[in-house]
């Protein structure tokens, strides 16, 4: 799928088995998923696409900015640069090789197939976050200025290898909850940890 310019209305679904080349013009996403079930590379050149699923073996060649949510059930997906997720991110299959920065603004679930951090960095910026299923990271990091909540699976267990940050402020605690109220949940931090302003 090559689109160098003019406007292209994106449908509710698109599904392309080779390469993605925005290289021009206006890319409207509708809201609507794209779905990626071969062997391609993704060029985005700025655009932001709505929601994205992979099911092939996928190597980005730009940053990738997604407005909805990211899926992956099988496969391969290499993000070679950043990746900017303001929905959910959902891996339930397949490999993920991760980008030296990953932002997810809705729900971390990885709940089957292999997270491979790449030592970079995932930070939680949305609202009301959840983490599900058990993930190794390199670096994570949740920043707050208002009063928020971070929920994590109380069946699971986080484990950070480089740097954990989780800060709220003065005022505006940032709390750390179960899943499952009154059953434990296990976040093993083996690096540095930054941790201030929170309630647990």
């Known amino acids: ?27 409207n996403a509708n809201a609507g998923t794209v779905n990626l079930d071969g062997n391609g590379a993704l060029t985005t050149a700025g655009n932001t696409l709505h929601h994205l699923n992979s099911t092939g073996t996928v190597n980005t060649q730009d940053q990738l900015n997604l407005a909805g949510n990211f899926t992956q059930s099988s ?8 990746m900017d997720v303001n929905g959910a991110f959902t891996e339930s299959g397949g490999t993920f090789n991760a980008p030296a920065n990953l932002n997810v603004a809705g729900d971390f679930n990885h709940t089957a197939g292999t997270f491979n951090h790449n030592n970079g960095t995932v930070t939680l910026d949305g609202t009301n976050q959840q983490v599900n299923g058990s993930s190794t990271f390199f670096d994570l990091t949740k920043t707050v200025t208002s009063a928020d909540t971070l929920t994590f ?26 899943s499952s109220p009154g059953s434990q949940w296990e976040l093993e931090a083996q690096g540095i940890r930054n941790i201030s302003f929170v309630d647990v």
């Open 153 to 178: 699976d109380h069946t699971a267990t986080q484990t950070v290898l480089g740097t954990l940050t989780l800060t709220g402020t003065s005022g505006n605690l940032l709390s750390l909850r179960s």
């Open 75 to 82: 496969g391969t997906f290499t993000a070679n640069q950043d």
């Open 1 to 27: 799928f090559t689109e160098s310019g003019g406007t292209f209305n994106a449908p509710a679904n698109l599904n392309v088995a080779g390469n993605v080349n925005l290289t021009g013009g206006a890319f």
